[in-house]
């Protein structure tokens, strides 16, 4: 359902409702104001955030809405779905299996996963936990082989093998889903269980964070739970919830600020919480450790950028970098509507966390540096607003480009009869698609996404709207072979794509093998 939302009308809206504080008197002067009006600058209907400081919880309050088209306000117990910052439960999760002896760091994934194959021989024979939750097994992200595809975690971790690595085994991070699932499933099979009673148990249980979970499967069961949301231009609309089941341990935990300023008091300190020892400190401390390279910060130019950041890695679960001279354990986390912001700077012994119902918002993080610099006691900057003109620009730009590939859209008819494009097509990785043609219209289907496929010019076709706030559409690629007959469908994701061959038509009346 979609609500247009603009100007001054919606930042009065927005404001006010804010939900109860979790402490009474705000942790920095006039934070509380300045979180309330850079909500409403940004168009996000509703946000928490929480600041835990000296084993403490300094700060938890909602702003804003859970949903655009209503009026229920966000408080520190909504709940919100938190995304790849989940990737850091994992690790924890392996880091516990490791202080129990059940596991090691360096253990083959293949020896609780022996179904598990990679293309490249030397990642399939030697791939562990260390390198599955530090990104560096080669291969690039395919998301869109999981996303809204209908598959499961043994047909996603069964199609890994066709995946074609882009860089050699452990020479280059890259950010990879798909084997945050292999390590979190591997776990699971160490120690006998599923990776979600694993972090009920192991993590939300032991501290206390009641009303976070680890997998939603039913969203009308779930209260006091934020709607997502997508942005297409001024309009902000709310959308359905993300299935992440899929792929949960890469990112399908839903907590609340709350829950979520326990997590990270225990992330402080020396794996024990509340008296009690949930992990080692050596375990804790691995994950926090950097395990690859990803790239400098600032450059070494001499900037404002090389004062904030200079070097940038990735731990187990955690980017690992610096902020202003200080070490910070930081991971975002954005499903389909939904955006998060987490990080330590633990010389401090400081912890935020920005939950957000709006999909790709870079506030929370903006929110988060905010903090940091509060704390650091750093020249105080509008974050929001510098960030606020970056983005206009960047919508202009944006704006021109859409221009120029309507200019491209052809007037004319497609090079062949629609009825051409109609059939069933599948990849080894993405599954399966099917193109029907109905009333002069094709439409195509691939797992949960089902939308027209508009003409656009050659035998290209712009496939939409999709109902995501990832993406609203996809142009698709036809490829025919000589004499007519369309032999593949293409469409792809950065520099992901997939390749869709036809499948044979089987003649009237004919069975299949065995029937």
């Known amino acids: 359902m979609f609500s247009s939302i603009r100007g001054l009308a919606i930042a009065t809206l927005l404001v006010t409702f804010a939900a109860n504080h979790g402490s009474a008197q705000e942790p920095f002067p006039g934070l509380d104001a300045y979180i309330a009006k850079a909500r409403a600058d940004w168009k996000i209907p509703g946000l928490a955030v929480a600041i835990v400081r000296n084993d403490s919880v300094l700060w938890a309050k909602g702003y804003g809405v859970q949903n655009v088209d209503g009026n229920t306000p966000v408080d520190d117990k909504t709940l919100f779905e938190i995304g790849s910052s989940s990737k850091s439960f994992t690790a924890t999760i392996v880091a516990m299996l490791v202080t129990d002896g059940k596991v090691r760091w360096d253990d083959r994934l293949t020896t609780y996963l022996p179904d598990l194959r990679l293309q490249d021989p030397v990642a399939n024979a030697e791939l562990t936990f260390r390198d599955a939750l530090s990104h560096r097994t080669g291969l690039s992200r395919h998301d869109l082989s999981w996303m809204a595809a209908g598959n499961t975690r043994a047909d996603i971790l069964r199609r890994v093998r066709f995946v074609e690595p882009s860089f050699a085994f452990r020479t280059r991070w890259q950010y990879q889903n798909m084997m945050f699932l292999a390590a979190g499933e591997a776990a699971a099979k160490a120690a006998g269980s599923t990776w979600e009673d694993l972090v009920q148990q192991r993590i939300f249980n032991a501290l206390g964070m009641t009303s976070s979970i680890p997998i939603v499967r039913d969203t009308s069961r779930v209260t006091n739970f934020a709607t997502p949301h997508g942005a297409t231009g001024d309009t902000v ?277 065995g029937q």
């Open 237 to 513: 609309w709310a959308k359905d919830h993300m299935q992440m089941d899929n792929m949960a341990p890469a990112g399908s935990i839903v907590s609340s600020v709350r829950d979520m300023a326990q997590y990270l008091r225990f992330q402080l300190g020396d794996g024990t919480f509340g008296g009690k020892r949930l992990v080692s400190a050596a375990a804790l401390r691995e994950t926090h450790l950097p395990q690859m390279l990803m790239g400098g910060g600032g450059g070494g130019g001499g900037g404002e950028s090389d004062t904030v950041t200079r070097f940038s890695t990735y731990g187990l679960g955690w980017f690992v970098q610096d902020y202003r001279g200080h070490l910070v354990w930081q991971h975002g986390g954005n499903t389909d509507g939904m955006t998060t912001a987490m990080g330590l700077l633990p010389s401090q012994k400081l912890g935020v966390v920005v939950l957000s119902n709006m999909h790709g918002a870079a506030l929370p993080a903006l929110l988060m540096n905010y903090i940091f610099d509060r704390q650091l006691k750093a020249p105080i900057k509008d974050l929001s607003a510098e960030a606020l003109t970056r983005v206009a620009n960047q919508r202009r730009r944006a704006d021109s480009a859409a221009k120029a590939q309507m200019a491209q859209k052809s007037t004319g008819a497609p090079p062949l009869p629609l009825t051409a494009y109609a059939g069933e097509y599948a990849d080894s990785i993405y599954g399966d698609a099917t193109v029907t043609h109905s009333d002069g219209r094709l439409t195509m289907k691939r797992g949960g996404w089902s939308a027209p496929l508009e003409y656009w010019n050659a035998n290209n076709f712009r496939w939409g709207r999709l109902p995501s706030a990832t993406m609203s559409h996809l142009f698709v690629k036809f490829d025919a072979a000589p004499d007519g007959r369309v032999t593949t469908v293409s469409y792809g994701l950065g520099a992901d794509s997939a390749h869709f061959g036809r499948k044979p038509t089987r003649p009237a009346g004919a069975t299949r093998t």
